[in-house]
Every structure is written in C-alpha cells, then in structure tokens.
C-alpha cells in the first residue's frame, strides 16, 4: 500500500537525515516510520534542496580549491567516528578528504585552471588541436600513397618501354 507524504514531511525527513550525526540512515528512517528506500529515494530526488552542505557544492568534484582548503583544516584533528558524521554532513567521503591532501601536498607550486571557464577552454582547444592533428594525419597518408603510387607508375613505364 502507497502512503501520501507531506512535502513539508519529507524535507523535515531529509534535513534531518542529512544532519544526523553519527546516526545512520537506517534508525532515523526507523524512527521516522519510513521506509530506509523511501527515505534514501527522497535523499537522491531533486527536490531535496536541503543538501548535507546547505548551500555549499553537493559533489566532492564541484568544490573549488577554496572549500577544499577549509574542510582539510576543519578535518585535519578529526578520527574516524567525527571524521564520518563531517563527511557525511558535507556530502563527501574520507577518500576525498585524503585525495585534495595529496593533492595540495604534490601541488608544488603548479597553477591549475581555477575556474570551470578556463578548464572547458583548455578541453575545447584540447579537442580542436587532436582533430587539427587527425586530419593532418590523414592528408600524410594520402600523400604517401600517392608518392608510392607514383613512382611504381614510373617504375612500369620505364619497364615497357625498355
């Protein structure tokens, strides 16, 4: 049987599971008498505007150098049991965590692209170099084998008319 939820009761759900600290999704959906699916379903919609971050990115890939500097320095004291309920508030994983310090320690003084403007640049410039290339390619051949071709005309000729 298919229960009707309030609006307002599923993004109390979802707030809630989103700050749950050390609690699992689980026993707040046990709590709440909802379905674990349910509730993980209601986490993944759209609709969820409350995210673990609030306004802050969503996906571990679209935090920028910035933000990836502040969570290292919230998370550098933290063990495992804290280190999980931040992340898990924030919206990404320990491994995260561990590869923008990787990152940040092999930098080296290395300057990327900072915004998703000059990176989509360097890709579009990327593509079009790569078929520049392609196609130069290919005139090369051509030209190859047409030199072949004609000296093995010549060489047919020379042969007939000896």
């Known amino acids: 049987m298919k229960i009707a939820y309030t609006d307002a009761f599923r993004e109390q759900a979802v707030t809630k599971a989103y700050h749950r600290g050390d609690r699992t999704i689980h026993s707040i959906a046990t709590e709440l008498d909802v379905k674990y699916h349910t509730l993980k379903n ?24 910035a933000q990836r500097l502040h969570a290292l320095l919230e998370t550098h ?20 965590l561990q590869a923008w310090r990787e990152a940040f320690e092999h930098a080296d003084g290395l300057l990327a692209p900072t915004t998703r403007g000059e990176l989509r640049d ?22 190859a084998a047409l030199l072949v071709l004609q000296k093995k005309f010549q060489a047919l000729w020379e042969d007939q008319d000896e």
């Open 42 to 65: 209601w986490m993944k919609s759209p609709k969820a505007k409350t995210g673990p971050a609030g306004d802050g990115p969503r996906r571990a890939r679209d935090w920028s150098a």
């Open 122 to 143: 360097l890709k579009d410039q990327n593509k079009h170099l790569e078929r520049e290339l392609k196609r130069k390619e290919k005139a090369l051949a051509e030209t």
């Open 77 to 96: 004291e933290l063990e495992d049991q804290p280190l999980s309920a931040w992340c898990r508030q924030h919206g990404v994983y320990p491994h995260h």
